[in-house]
């Protein structure tokens, strides 16, 4: 199937950037939907990859293969399955196909890729579709980071564990504007 999207060709294109410098490639997203469509995509063009999500099993031997075998090259993670004790270190390109309202759970699925002490950069690609609700969410997120930078001076993740009630409900706003529920 032909997903016509501009935040589709970007990937393919990010995807064959790292591939063609010799960098692995770690891809997060909270849909398991959009999860198949990657993993499809890497399978249709032969591109060798791991992936974990809620179900895996077996998380050991995924990370493993992604740490260890130059033939994968892509790491695909739901956001959720991302947590505590994920290596991802073998990677060096991360994208969050998708935002998720809370950016601590962002960065905390980015960190799985950095590594206190490594000392090569990683770039990190985060994807938001124009004149969506995702660029609504971004905005909401950039606000209240640069809010909480201007406050305290410095990036304090744990500071920005939750939405507030107001942040909420100017969401829904937003969304009821969008779809006309309102």
């Known amino acids: 199937a032909k997903h016509q999207s501009g935040k589709w060709d970007l990937f393919v294109e990010l995807l064959q950037e790292a591939r063609e410098s010799g ?12 999860m198949t469509i990657i ?18 099993s077996d998380r050991r031997k995924q990370l493993e293969t992604f740490r260890s075998d130059p033939k994968c090259e892509v790491f695909v993670a739901s956001l959720k399955a991302a947590g505590t004790g994920i290596d991802l ?9 998708d935002r998720w309202w809370n950016p601590a759970k962002e960065n905390q699925a980015t960190d799985r ?3 206190i002490g490594q000392n ?3 770039q990190v690609f985060k994807m938001v579709t124009k004149g969506t609700i995702e660029e609504h969410i971004h905005q909401l997120i950039q606000k209240k980071e640069n809010l909480l930078q201007g406050i305290i001076g410095y990036d304090d993740q744990d500071q920005i564990k939750h939405l507030d009630r107001d942040d909420l409900i100017n969401l829904f706003n937003q969304l009821n ?5 309102g």
């Open 23 to 34: 960098q692995k490639l770690v891809v997060f997203t909270q849909f398991l939907d959009m």
């Open 39 to 56: 993993e499809n995509y890497l399978n249709d063009n032969h591109i060798g990859y791991a992936s974990i999500r809620g179900s895996t």
């Open 120 to 122: 090569r950069g990683v």
């Open 177 to 181: 504007q969008e779809f006309g529920t």
């Open 89 to 97: 270190t073998a990677g060096s390109v991360v994208i969050h196909y």
């Open 113 to 115: 890729v950095h590594r």
